[in-house]
């Protein structure tokens, strides 16, 4: 099944084939105006239609209806079926894996050349596939055929190893670079088939086949057969499943974006559960990195980064690459490769989860590096409003401009600054009192403590950072606090060096 289907869809019209755009551009125009090259070259990772589009040229060439301003084969003539079903004469394909010896291609080729095509008004072409496994005697008689080719003929020259095909070569030939196919346009076409065979596949498992080909038509081809092959019609989670490794990607997300927040317990439960339903780690591994590698490139290099993912998951790394920072990025992904390397482990997710601690660890360091303590929710505390020092004073003078400022990070950072005012400023934190201890530890989270240090510094001109507290004596203090900025009698009292009490 899964080869019938790719024999079964094997483009017949360069309109067919997917992607390589620029490169089918070129051979149409040059089909068109007859401005033909003796010798082309096709470099590229294997199932990208190097030989797909080699056997549509020569048959476009050769057909004998193609019109004067068509470029695409009739594919209903003669000639054109002759090629399609393989027995042509002025077809040779070599696959030089099997024919490396150099009296192969003197008799292949060098004889073969000389003789003209028997199709007078088209041409003798040599498709030579996986061409860098010639030998290097096959290539210097080839060469020699090459500088000094017979007319209406053409070799087409494929490989997907170019370091080893001979630059003297390479210089006499036109040369294509194929790229490996956009998961999207891979996705497209299997999506055309599964129309053709009449069956349902769900886009996920689409998108699922199209990543485990890397970019390989063939590949995708052949692993969407077997999933129908399985099928009675209808293919589900549960039978792709049998096929294809199991999907990663909307897994990944969830721990990604639980180590995003610092959210190490989720993180780790997120490890254990998909360990439990069976997951291949080192797979889950290698592709958390690669998507986390995606995310730094978004962030770093923006929109013009092409993603190569499906719609749902390109929004979801867009989002993460607006919210994770970059250092922190790297980092892990760091991480994630020192741990990647340890082989042996008594428990096969331990090295995975060590990462995770790791990385939120240091995190955990640096946050409290930046604001100079601990993180253990503070004790409910009665305090007085300080009214020594001239930077609480300043803050508590902005306090409807910090609120402000903080809905456009944060609506409910926003609300709830409404209701808190701040108590003091020790050891370069300024601490904000809070009437319930459930806005506290809302509020306890590095992106708003970052942002929400960020205003205050913008204000005190100085490095700071924040703390929050539920004030025992809140309804008094925040009375307090309220009549004396709503009169606007603070402000004006410090202009002039006062004090209230
Ligand atoms: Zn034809």
Redesign the pocket.
Known sequence: MSEVIYRKYRPQTFKEVVGQNPIKITLQNEILSGNLAHAYLFVGPRGTGKTTLARLFA?SLN????GKEEAE?????E??QMITSNRSLDIIEIDAASNTGVDNVRENIIANSQVPPFNRQGYKVFIIDEVHMLSKSAFNALLKTLEEPPKQIIFILATTEIHKVPETIISRCQRFDFKKIPIKDVVHRLSEIIEWEKVTVPDDILSEIAHHSEGCMRDAESLLGQVISLSNGKVTEELASLVLPRSNWLEIDVLVEALCVHNLATALNQINKLVNEGLDLHTFTSDLIDYLRQIMLYQIIGPTFILDFDESLTKAIQKHAAEFPLADLSRLISVLLEKLAIKESLIDQLPLELACVEFLLEKKAQIQTASGEDYTPTESKSYTPSESGSDIKKIQNSWNKIITDAKDFNHSLSAILQTAHPVNLDRNIVVIGLEFAFHRDQLHKPQIKNHLSGILESILERKVGVDFVVDENYQENHQVFKGRNESGIGEALDTFGGRIV
Not at 63 to 66: I, K, P, T, V
Not at 73 to 77: A, E, K, R, S
């Open positions: 048959r057909c004998l209806h193609r084969p009739c594919n209903q003539c000639i054109c």
